[in-house]
């Protein structure tokens, strides 16, 4: 069974920082399994707008609209974590910020979401 938790939202200030994780169970990451795993974001009323991913062979997507904002990494110890690090907060970035592993051939697996709020 695949489970993906995320941790470490919270109230953020204007400006600031966040650094989200997230770990993942039941899955295989490579080139025939778990392809990536990245995140996503949503507020209320919006569609989830994706915010980048890491693929299982390391390589890194972005977003355009997130290009020199974020980092999205992968835990040196364990390939089933990864980390969204994310700068100079607004209210703008004040949404639900979800992970999701895409599993060839065609499954996406999603984590409960975690809130950030930012205080303007």
């Known amino acids: 069974q695949v489970q993906l938790v995320e941790s470490g939202g919270g109230l953020v200030q204007t400006g600031g920082s966040l650094r989200l994780s997230c770990a993942a169970s039941?899955?295989?990451?490579?080139?025939?399994?778990?392809?990536?795993m990245g995140w996503y974001r949503q507020t209320v009323g919006e569609e989830r707008e994706l915010i980048g991913f890491?693929?299982?062979?390391?390589?890194?997507?972005y977003a355009d609209s997130m290009k020199g904002r974020v980092t999205i990494s992968k835990d040196d110890g364990s390939e089933n974590t990864i980390y969204l690090e994310m700068n100079n907060l607004t209210p703008a970035d004040a949404a639900v910020y979800y992970c999701?592993?895409?599993?060839?051939?065609?499954?996406?697996?999603w984590g409960q979401g975690t809130r950030v709020a930012v205080s303007s």
């Open positions: 999701k592993v895409y599993q060839r051939p065609s499954s996406d697996y």
């Open positions: 890491i693929t299982y062979d390391g390589n890194l997507k």
């Open positions: 039941g899955i295989t990451f490579g080139i025939f399994g778990a392809y990536y």
